[in-house]
């Protein structure tokens, strides 16, 4: 399993920096960014939304899962 820190250890604020703002200006100027349309939907007592881009040419491409689940606080959950 990889930790925090084992991307902390890897992925340095400068690199994480220069990624998005590479990433950024390719996607205002280039049209090489393929990024499909994002993914919703709703879940028990929640809800799930997925994206992903993918930088043409780059060997790596990203994906986000983030749910939310606003009950959560009354059940003294995060």
Do not use: C, Y
Not at 23 to 46: H, I, K, N, R
């Amino acid at each position: 399993m990889i930790g925090l820190q084992d991307i902390q250890a890897l992925v340095t604020p400068a690199i994480a920096l220069a990624s998005a703002r590479r990433a950024f200006e390719a996607l205002a100027t280039s049209g090489a960014v393929s990024q499909p349309t994002p993914m919703g939907w709703d879940v028990a007592d929640g809800d799930v939304h997925v994206r992903g881009a993918w930088l043409k040419g780059s060997p790596i491409f990203a994906l986000k899962a983030a749910t939310g689940f606003a009950a959560n606080r009354d059940r003294g959950l995060p």
